[in-house]
């Protein structure tokens, strides 16, 4: 009798984690969504169990494309959130997927790429606009996210550019 039990249970639980919906309720089902990671400010409309929630997630966010070009402290960010720097550091990952740093670096190097592409400036007056303290800072990151060197990716850039306007 209680062998039967278990292996009943056994096959309501793989039937809740498969997603099969033999009398599961619905929350049970999103649960397993709910874990996916929003990668983008509006896509953040779901609660991420142990995440931030939208209105931090949406505030902090702004506050991040607002100062690019300042230093951005971990504290600032988790007072915007109101929370401690440890807690506001593991929800922004479960949030984000990547962690408060990487995600602030990821945006000065698109930040980056958009202002050489776009704009005439030297690369370490491009590095100052994106918060890097150098144009040797911007050089290193640049090559460890994207696999080249800035001035290289520029060049191309440059020529498509000019091919489009004339």
């Not at 969504?33 to 931030?52: M, N, Q, Y």
């Not at 949030?95 to 030297?122: C, E, I, N, W």
């Not at 290289?152 to 489009?164: L, S, Y």
């Amino acid at each position: 009798m209680i062998g039967a039990a278990n292996i009943s249970s056994t096959t309501n639980t793989d039937a809740v984690n498969s997603g099969v919906a033999t009398g599961v309720h619905p929350s049970a089902a999103d649960a397993s969504i709910a874990k996916i990671p929003a990668f983008f400010p509006d896509a953040s409309t779901e609660v991420v169990r142990g995440g931030l929630a939208p209105w931090q997630y949406k505030k902090v966010l702004k506050f991040i494309e607002d100062h690019l070009s300042e230093a951005i402290r971990i504290e600032e960010l988790a007072d915007l959130a109101r929370l401690s720097s440890s807690h506001f550091s593991r929800a922004f990952r479960a949030t984000s997927g990547q962690s408060p740093y990487d995600y602030v670096l990821g945006r000065r190097m698109a930040f980056a790429k958009h202002l050489m592409a776009k704009t005439d400036a030297s690369l370490s007056e491009i590095a100052l606009d994106c918060g890097m303290s150098d144009q040797a800072h911007l050089c290193k990151v640049f090559r460890r996210t994207f696999g080249t060197t800035p001035n290289a990716w520029r060049k191309p850039q440059r020529t498509q550019a000019k091919r489009t306007l004339h």
